[in-house]
């Protein structure tokens, strides 16, 4: 899944699971894929870690 917001070591935080949609992202271009980067931002570079497909500029499909 993914983190609904950023967080830091310790805290409580949100996931969104497979299926879902996270909103808490804003700048995505709908139908490309996006990666998660070593530094935990999402990206379109293929790091590995496919994070999910935008379906809007600020919506994410959570594929993992």
């Known amino acids: ?4 917001s950023s967080v830091s070591n310790g805290q409580s935080f949100k996931v969104d699971v497979i ?3 996270n909103t808490s992202v804003s700048g995505l271009t709908p139908v490309i894929k996006y990666y998660v980067a ?5 990206s ?3 790091f ?3 994070a999910g497909v935008a379906v809007s500029a ?5 594929k993992g």
């Open 48 to 50: 590995g870690i496919y």
């Open 38 to 42: 070593a530094n935990g931002d999402i």
């Open 1 to 4: 899944g993914l983190a609904q």
């Open 19 to 21: 299926g879902s949609a």
């Open 58 to 62: 600020t919506k994410l499909l959570v």
């Open 44 to 46: 379109t570079a293929n």
